[in-house]
């Protein structure tokens, strides 16, 4: 058993890399970060089964907007090197949200100096920066809203109250990294959604990522022929029946509810626990209760670990 635990965690951290620096997540005693413990944003981010299954959603998400893609597209290696994407985005939420102070904060002017350099014009003629604040409240409130919505699918429902509080804790993150008027409570993102959609579309661009994600050796395990291919569309559909329904049929990933219901929700209903089984309190987690002094998590209320 133990053997099987450890080939399904070196293929994951293959992928997401591994976040147990204790220079990020450990440090000065007592020191709460950017959330700190008691935060709902520890509560959802500590179920790192939730955070995985809300990847492919939240980066399809992202690149809905025109521009974020033209920016990845023209200027990122994704297709050359997929797993530095999957690590580094992971990386920074997981640092954001659970690493010290010093090590939130210094990651976040690491990526904004990396955004000054990104700006051009899109194959329309529109000219993007990537340090533009509408991109970059697009680029941070699709990640959490996902990850929302995949912790109440994957784990339990959150209160309203909760709900609201996890926007407000990311929208600090955001703010710092240089976003502008973050949705805070789930009426403004409800909004906020709404007004950004007449932006959003699938251009060819975004279509060249989709068939990315059809090749991408970002899965734990690769089938022979055609299988593969099959696989990687199946756990990209599983993943996008997160996404609301306009993304869903906007982007091809729309299914009947009977269909998701009896075909994806099944993937996400057993690598969910398959996740929890091979980590349990994941490292980042640990180590940061244990630098700011917190509860256990298998310890707390509704605990997210042990379910």
Same mark, same amino acid.
């Given at each position: 058993?133990?053997?099987?635990?450890?080939?399904?965690?070196?293929a994951?951290? =293959?992928?997401?890399?591994?976040?147990?620096?204790?220079?990020?997540?450990?440090?000065?005693?007592?020191?709460?970060? #950017?959330c700190?413990?008691?935060?709902?944003?520890?509560?959802?981010?500590? *179920?790192?089964?939730?955070?995985?299954n809300?990847?492919?959603?939240?980066?399809?998400?992202?690149?809905?907007?025109?521009?974020?893609m033209?920016?990845?597209?023209q200027?990122s290696?994704? @297709?050359?090197?997929?797993? @530095?994407?999957?690590?580094?985005?992971?990386?920074?939420?997981l640092?954001?949200?659970?690493?010290?102070?010093?090590?939130?904060?210094g990651?976040?002017?690491?990526?904004?100096?990396?955004?000054?350099?990104?700006?051009?014009?899109?194959?329309?003629g529109?000219?993007?920066d990537?340090? *533009? $604040?509408?991109?970059?409240?697009w680029?941070? +409130?699709?990640?959490?809203?996902?990850?929302? =919505?995949?912790?109440? @699918?994957?784990?339990?429902?959150?209160?309203?109250?909760?709900?609201d @509080?996890? #926007?407000?804790?990311q929208?600090?993150? !955001?703010? #710092?990294g240089?976003?502008? *008027?973050?949705?805070?409570?789930?009426?403004?993102?409800?909004?906020?959604?709404?007004?950004?959609?007449?932006?959003?579309?699938?251009?060819?661009? +975004?279509?060249?990522?989709f068939?990315?994600l059809?090749?991408?050796?970002?899965?734990?395990?690769?089938?022979?022929?055609?299988?593969d =291919?099959?696989?990687?569309?199946?756990?990209a559909?599983?993943?996008?029946?997160?996404a609301?329904?306009?993304? %869903? %049929?906007?982007?091809?990933?729309?299914?009947?509810?009977?269909?998701?219901?009896?075909?994806?929700?099944?993937?996400? =209903?057993?690598? +969910? $626990? #398959?996740?929890r089984?091979?980590?349990?309190?994941?490292?980042?987690?640990?180590?940061?209760r244990?630098r700011? !002094?917190?509860?256990?998590?298998?310890?707390?209320?509704l605990?997210?670990?042990?379910r």
């Open positions: 058993m133990n053997a099987i635990k450890h080939n399904i965690l070196t994951m951290e =293959r992928i997401g890399g591994r976040h147990d620096d204790p220079a990020v997540y450990g440090g000065p005693a007592g020191d709460p970060g #950017l700190g413990p008691g935060s709902v944003s520890w509560k959802i981010t500590a *179920d790192l089964a939730s955070v995985i809300a990847a492919t959603a939240a980066i399809v998400m992202e690149l809905l907007h025109p521009s974020v033209a920016g990845v597209g200027l290696n994704y @297709r050359e090197d997929p797993f @530095r994407r999957a690590r580094t985005t992971l990386g920074y939420v640092t954001t949200t659970f690493g010290n102070t010093e090590a939130a904060a990651l976040i002017g690491k990526v904004k100096a990396i955004h000054g350099h990104i700006h051009g014009t899109r194959p329309d529109v000219p993007f990537a340090l *533009d $604040p509408e991109l970059l409240t680029v941070h +409130t699709a990640i959490p809203w996902m990850i929302l =919505r995949s912790y109440e @699918r994957n784990n339990s429902p959150l209160t309203p109250g909760e709900r @509080r996890y #926007l407000a804790e929208a600090v993150i !955001g703010r #710092l240089g976003a502008g *008027d973050i949705p805070e409570t789930m009426a403004e993102l409800a909004d906020y959604v709404e007004a950004m959609r007449p932006r959003l579309a699938v251009t060819e661009q +975004t279509l060249e990522f068939e990315f059809m090749t991408a050796p970002l899965l734990p395990i690769r089938a022979p022929g055609p299988l =291919r099959a696989l990687h569309a199946y756990v559909h599983a993943g996008m029946s997160l609301p329904e306009w993304a %869903r %049929r906007l982007t091809g990933y729309h299914h009947a509810p009977l269909t998701d219901a009896l075909i994806f929700a099944p993937y996400l =209903r057993t690598s +969910t $626990p #398959l996740t089984w091979v980590v349990g309190e994941p490292p980042y987690a640990g180590q940061a244990l700011a !002094g917190a509860t256990p998590v298998a310890e707390q209320p605990a997210i670990i042990s």
